[in-house]
């Protein structure tokens, strides 16, 4: 999603790294609990357990940390999460879907509303955004996993319908309910993917320029800053100047 690997591009070039690796970590160890909590602890019996263990192990994330989420969430103290929708609007009127798990509905509901308030946006109905985009699966491998033939053929073998490349990146798009099948498919070819995950797809982007760019990024960090957001999706776009320029 361009909107999403450029705001993570920005957060690398303002050394965020270290930061940003330890949120990617907790959120990675909730889905997992949520995962697990939901379907149980075996991940051959649960589908969204096992892909969370393995985007989780494609992040490095240590085994006893994923073992630990999985006990935690299937013990009798696990936490009880609700996983929740936020739509809105930020800067230059891109639309914003905010995906939410949390212990405490208040405290997240705070939250998003203040990120958004804070830097020019503005909470809207459920719905309100959602048009705009597609929910499918996405799944990610290295370029170097195959040529883009190769991986092109793979793909719509194993039922996906898009493949994009670029010079680090497959990015390989299918329907939502066909994202199980898919991955298992690739994997006989290529291994475990780096990443596979129930997106929303934007349909079209917005153009923001140097005007609106720095406000939208400091909303967008707000959200991905809160311990109870998961995930972030936006339908901007954003030039490789203006990109250049906030990683100043």
């Not at 809105?88 to 203040?114: H, L």
């Not at 319908?161 to 290529?190: G, M, N, P, Q, W």
């Not at 153009?207 to 109870?228: W, Y």
Request: hydrophobic share 35%; glycine share 8%.
């Amino acid at each position: 999603m361009a909107g999403h690997s450029k705001w993570a591009n920005i957060q690398h070039r303002k050394g965020r790294q270290d930061k940003a690796r330890s949120k990617l970590f907790s959120k990675l160890s909730k889905e997992i609990a949520i995962a697990a909590k939901m379907g149980g602890g075996d991940p051959e019996g649960n589908p969204r357990l096992r892909l969370a263990i393995n985007n989780a192990k494609s992040q490095s994330v240590p085994k006893d940390n994923i073992q630990r989420a999985i006990d935690k969430a299937t013990g009798a103290d696990g936490a009880e999460y609700e996983e929740i929708r936020y739509e809105g609007f930020g800067p230059a009127g891109i639309g914003v879907i905010v995906e939410v798990s949390t212990d405490n509905k208040n405290r997240a509901a705070a939250e998003v509303r203040t990120a958004f308030a804070k830097n020019g946006g503005n909470l809207g109905e459920t719905g309100s955004v959602a048009f705009m985009f597609d929910q499918v699966g996405e799944v990610q491998y290295n370029a170097d996993a195959a040529d883009e033939d190769t991986m092109l053929e793979a793909a719509i073998e194993a039922g996906a319908e898009d493949v994009v490349t670029d010079e680090d990146t497959h990015t390989i798009y299918c329907a939502r309910e066909d994202l199980h099948e898919v991955v298992k498919a690739l994997e006989t070819s290529f291994g475990e993917p780096n990443s596979a995950n129930m997106i929303w797809k934007p349909q079209n982007t917005i153009d923001v320029g140097a005007d609106k760019a720095p406000t939208l990024m400091k909303m967008l960090d707000a959200l991905e800053d809160s311990d109870d957001v998961q995930n972030v999706y936006a339908n901007f776009d954003i030039s490789e100047e203006v990109m250049e320029s906030l990683g100043d």
